[in-house]
């Protein structure tokens, strides 16, 4: 079993900025990849970015791509999330995710385990 906590999310203004945080525990294996998601009410859950085991290969979504930023802390088994230029329409709650594997991975149906999510708010 993996448990996954995120948090640092929050309300902002337009044009501000978080970072999320997501804590990794229990029986994480040697490589595994880290996703982010999010999911705004009445919508499908999205992918947003990823980040494989090294931290070498990021893949983001075409509509972040620019502004948020995924980075990782192996010797925290610690994943982050640094979003800047937030938008009104990037307001949902927020879900890490791991899976096992060498890349970085889009599809949210290889992710076998999920954090509880954190809300990010941004107002216009």
């Known amino acids: 079993q993996v448990q996954l906590v995120e948090s640092g999310g929050g309300l902002v203004q337009a044009g501000g900025s978080l970072r999320l945080s997501c804590a990794a525990s229990?029986?994480?294996?040697?490589?595994?990849?880290m996703g982010w998601f999010r999911q705004a009410p009445g919508k499908e859950r999205e992918f947003v970015a990823s980040?494989?085991?090294?931290?070498?290969?990021?893949a983001y979504a075409d509509s972040v791509k620019g502004r948020f930023t995924i980075s990782r802390d192996n010797a925290k088994n610690t994943a982050y999330l640094q979003m800047s230029s937030l938008k009104p329409e990037d307001t949902a709650v927020y879900y890490c995710?791991?899976?096992?594997?060498?890349?970085?991975?889009?599809?949210?149906?290889?992710?076998?385990?999920w954090g509880q999510g954190t809300q990010v708010t941004v107002s216009s």
């Open positions: 995710a791991v899976r096992s594997g060498v890349g970085a991975y889009k599809d949210t149906s290889g992710y076998g385990y």
């Open positions: 980040i494989n085991w090294s931290g070498g290969t990021t």
């Open positions: 229990g029986r994480t294996s040697s490589t595994y990849a």
